[in-house]
C-alpha cells in the first residue's frame, strides 16, 4: 500500500518501513523552534541540556516589542537561554526579527522531507515547503529540544487537488475559506495540496493555506514540491534537497478537486473559521471600526503589495483604523524599498512592527466592547482580537484593503477589476 | 483510572481562546482556571466541583497551542470525552496528564447532569443515569504510559532535565 506525503516523511523519521493512519511514531526533530510565550514565566521549565543547539531557533514574535512587564521578563529568560547554550539562529527585536512562521520561509529553515515543530499552533505553515511541521505544546517543545524526538500520531489523509488559476482579486485566502466554508475541519486528519494548479499560485500564497489550515484542525498540511518551491529554498538553504511526492497507490480519506478559477472572494463570519464562509457581498455594507492585515497567514510582501494596490492614490474612510503588520523586518524592509509602506501610509495605514500582535488579541490594535473588526489573520474566535463582544470577519487582504477604504466590508473587485 | 461523576456538555467546535482566554494570559497557572468559557458561559467555572467530567462535541480544542488543556486539569475536572479531539489539544492533553478520549457519538449519548463512569484505560464509557454504554478510543500505549506518568514534566524532572517547579 502507497503512502502519502506526510506517512512517508513519519516513516522516513521514524526509522519504519511503512506508517499507516492510526499509528503513533516516535520521530527525529530536525528543527526546533522556541518563542518568547514559551519563556513566560507561568510557562517556562528550565533547561539543564539540549540535545543539539544548531537544531534550535529561537523567534521572539508574539509581543514584541514587550507590551508589559511579564513579557520583558520571559524575553529576558529566552535571551539568557539563548546564551548559555549558544543557540545561533536567534531573533530578537531588531534587523532579523519576524513571525516564527515567516522566518522560517525568509531563511529557509525548512526543506522537503524534514521535520519541524514549534509549540505555535499554526507551525504547519511551514508544511508548505514540503515538509513536515506541526505546532505541539509547550511541554512538547521543551522535550524536544531536549531529547532531540517527539511523537506524532498518524492521521488519513485528505488530498486536495488544485487546478487552474484564481481569478483577479480572488487569493489564496479565498481559496481556504472556500474548503473551510464547505468542508469544514479535518481534525485528526492530514491535508495534502497538490495538482496543477499550483503553479499559477507563489509560495506567499501557498503558505496562506498550509498556516490556515491550523483552522482545519489538521494534523499536518503538506504541500508537493514544485521547482518554484525548490529555487526558493536553495536561494536560502545550502543543503541538498529531497523533494517528498506521495506514492501512486497512496491510500486517501478524501481525493477533492478545487477549481481555483471558479472561486470569489469570501468572508468568513465572526466567531468561527470552519463552517463559516459566505461570498463577501452577503456582508458586504457592515460598518467597521478596524481593518487589519498582518499575522504568520497575510503578512508577506505579496499580501502588502496587493494592499497598496487597492489602496494607491486613495485614502481609508475617516473613524476606521488600517493597520498593517508585516511578518518580518525582511517583508517590511522590501515593502520599504518597493514603495508599498510608502503607498500604504498615505492611504492612511498604520504600519505595525513584525509581531503576532493583536491577531492573537495581545497587543497593537486589540478590539474594544462591540467594536467591528475585518482582518485578514489566521482567527476570529469570539474575544480573540480583544473584547468577547467584538465581532471578527476574516478576508483576504484585498478585501480588508477595500474595506479599509470604503468604512464597510467591501467586494475589493471594485478596486481592482480594470 | 476510573471516574465516575455528573458531566457538563460543551459544544461542537469548541476552541482554546474559550478555554484560556488572553484575558487570563499574564495570569498564574492556579488564576487561569477561573477563566475557563468565561466569554461562552460566565459563571461556570465556579460551579465545577472536584472530579467532574466534561463531554464535549466535534473537535473539541481547535485553535492554538496554548495550555487550555491544563487549565481544564486545574479547573478539577477529572476528564473529557468528546465526539473528536483537535490534535494539538489532545497532545496538551497527553502532555499535562489530563486523562482525554475520543468516543464517536458521545454528545447524544449524555444529557447535562447524567453521571458518567469511565474507565479510562479501557475506553469504556457508561451513562449511569440512562444506563447505556458506549466504547471510546483507548489511548495508544505509548501515550497511555505518559499521562500516566504524570505528563512530560514530571518524566523531564526525574530524569534531571528540567529544573523542579519553581
Request: contains cysteine; hydrophobic residues 40%; aromatic residues 8%.
Amino acid at each position: 500500500m502507497g503512502m502519502t506525503i506526510a506517512e512517508k516523511i513519519l516513516a522516513a523519521k521514524g526509522g519504519q518501513k511503512t506508517v499507516k493512519p492510526g499509528d503513533v511514531v516516535t520521530v527525529e526533530v530536525d528543527t526546533v523552534i522556541l518563542f518568547d510565550n514559551n519563556f513566560m514565566p507561568n510557562n517556562w521549565r528550565d533547561i539543564r541540556k539540549v540535545r543539539d543547539a544548531g537544531r534550535i531557533v529561537v523567534v521572539f514574535d508574539h509581543r514584541v516589542p514587550a507590551p508589559t512587564q511579564q513579557a520583558a521578563a520571559g524575553q529576558r529568560t529566552g535571551r539568557e537561554f539563548v546564551r548559555r547554550f549558544g543557540i545561533k539562529r536567534f531573533h530578537d527585536v531588531g534587523r532579523e526579527q519576524g513571525i516564527s512562521h515567516q522566518l522560517v520561509a525568509d531563511y529557509g529553515y525548512a526543506v522537503p522531507g524534514s521535520v519541524l515543530v514549534c509549540s505555535d499552533s499554526h507551525t504547519c505553515s511551514a508544511g508548505v515547503f514540503n515538509c513536515l511541521a506541526r505546532g505541539v505544546g509547550g511541554p512538547d517543545i521543551i522535550y524536544a529540544a531536549i531529547k532531540g524526538e517527539t511523537w506524532f500520531r498518524c492521521g488519513e489523509t485528505v488530498r486536495y487537488e488544485l487546478t487552474g488559476k484564481l481569478p483577479q482579486a480572488v487569493t489564496a485566502k479565498d481559496a481556504f475559506l472556500h474548503i473551510a466554508g464547505v468542508h469544514g475541519d479535518h481534525a485528526t486528519m492530514n491535508v495534502e495540496y497538490g495538482g496543477p494548479g499550483l503553479a499559477s499560485l507563489t509560495i506567499n500564497a501557498r503558505k496562506t493555506m498550509t498556516t490556515m489550515s491550523a483552522e482545519l484542525s489538521a494534523e499536518f498540511a503538506t504541500f508537493e514540491a514544485d521547482d518554484a518551491l525548490l529555487e526558493w529554498v536553495s536561494a536560502r538553504n545550502p543543503q541538498p534537497l529531497q523533494p517528498v511526492r506521495p506514492d501512486a497507490d497512496a491510500r486517501y480519506f478524501a481525493v477533492r478537486t478545487i477549481e481555483l478559477d471558479t472561486l470569489e472572494p469570501l468572508v468568513a463570519l465572526p466567531d468561527s473559521v470552519v463552517k463559516n464562509s459566505q461570498p463577501v457581498g452577503v456582508v458586504a455594507g457592515t460598518a467597521i471600526d478596524q481593518a487589519y492585515i498582518g499575522s504568520c497567514a497575510n503578512g508577506t510582501l505579496d499580501d502588502l503589495e496587493l494592499a497598496a494596490r487597492v489602496v494607491q492614490g486613495k485614502r481609508v474612510a475617516p473613524g476606521v483604523r488600517f493597520i498593517v503588520t508585516p511578518a518580518s523586518q525582511t517583508v517590511y524592509r522590501d515593502a520599504s524599498r518597493l514603495g508599498i509602506v510608502q503607498t500604504l501610509l498615505d492611504a492612511g495605514a498604520v504600519i505595525a512592527p513584525p509581531t503576532c500582535g493583536a491577531c492573537g488579541g495581545g497587543h497593537m490594535g486589540v478590539l474594544g466592547p462591540e467594536e467591528v473588526c475585518i482582518t485578514s489573520t489566521t482567527r476570529n474566535f469570539k474575544g480573540r482580537m480583544g473584547d468577547p463582544s467584538s465581532k471578527v470577519y476574516m478576508g483576504s487582504p484585498a478585501t480588508v484593503a477595500a474595506s479599509a477604504l470604503a468604512g464597510r466590508i467591501t467586494d475589493p473587485r471594485e478596486f481592482l477589476n480594470p | 483510572m476510573k471516574f465516575t461523576a455528573r458531566v457538563w456538555k460543551a459544544g461542537d467546535n469548541i476552541n482554546t481562546d474559550l478555554i484560556l482566554p488572553n484575558k487570563a494570559f499574564y495570569l498564574t497557572v492556579e488564576e487561569q482556571p477561573s477563566y475557563v468559557f468565561s466569554a461562552n458561559r460566565p459563571g461556570w467555572s465556579s460551579q465545577v466541583q472536584k472530579g467532574d467530567i466534561l463531554i464535549g462535541g466535534h473537535n473539541f480544542g481547535m485553535g492554538s497551542s496554548r495550555p487550555a488543556a491544563r487549565s481544564l486539569k486545574n479547573l478539577g475536572l477529572s476528564c473529557l470525552v468528546a465526539h473528536s479531539i483537535n490534535g494539538l489539544f489532545f497532545r496538551n492533553c497527553v502532555n499535562f496528564a489530563f486523562p482525554a478520549l475520543e468516543c464517536p457519538g458521545i454528545a447524544e449519548a449524555f444529557e447535562e447532569g447524567d453521571v458518567a463512569e469511565i474507565e479510562f484505560e479501557a475506553g469504556r464509557v457508561r451513562n449511569v443515569t440512562r444506563g447505556t454504554e458506549l466504547q471510546a478510543k483507548p489511548l495508544p500505549p505509548k501515550l497511555l504510559a505518559l499521562v500516566m506518568a504524570g505528563g512530560i514534566y514530571p518524566l523531564l524532572e526525574k530524569e534531571g532535565l528540567i529544573a523542579p517547579k519553581a
